[in-house]
């Protein structure tokens, strides 16, 4: 078991940008960030497999998130940049060492399913303004 500590959430304008970090108290092959929007259901940002470090992320917010690690300090980063009010939710990462996979272009990546991921963090809130 894997514990998470979200951080770096806040209040931003439109067009804005926020990182959020994700400190794991250890390692786990298979590290996603998910969120969560008041009445919606939880829904997959993006996912990054360890073991051949692939990328994936969901179409929304594809080309305006960045997934990252350091590996040393056991963080995983989110990037976000060009904010739009409908990104506004809560945002958790979560960890699990056997996850879904997906293929795109011949390579198999991590599928951010949430019932797929056995250990989260409490998560940080992100509210965009327009």
């Known amino acids: 078991q894997v514990q998470l500590q979200e951080s770096g959430g806040g209040s931003v304008q439109a067009g804005g940008s926020l990182r959020l970090s994700c400190q794991a108290s250890?390692?786990?092959?298979?590290m996603a960030w998910f969120r969560q929007a008041p009445g919606k259901e939880r829904e997959g940002v993006g996912c990054?497999?360890?073991?051949?470090?692939?990328?994936y992320y969901e179409d929304p917010v594809k080309g305006r998130f960045t997934i990252s690690q350091d590996s040393a300090k056991n963080t995983v980063y989110l990037q976000m940049t060009n904010l739009k009010p409908e990104d506004t939710a809560m945002y958790y990462c979560?960890?699990?060492?056997?996850?879904?996979?997906?293929?795109?272009?011949?390579?198999?990546?991590?599928?951010?399913?949430?019932?797929?991921?056995?250990?989260w963090g409490p998560g940080t809130q992100v509210t965009v303004s327009s």
């Open positions: 979560a960890a699990t060492e056997s996850a879904s996979k997906i293929s795109d272009g011949g390579r198999l990546y991590c599928n951010p399913i949430p019932q797929k991921f056995d250990d």
């Open positions: 250890g390692s786990a092959n298979f």
């Open positions: 990054l497999r360890q073991d051949n470090g692939l990328i």
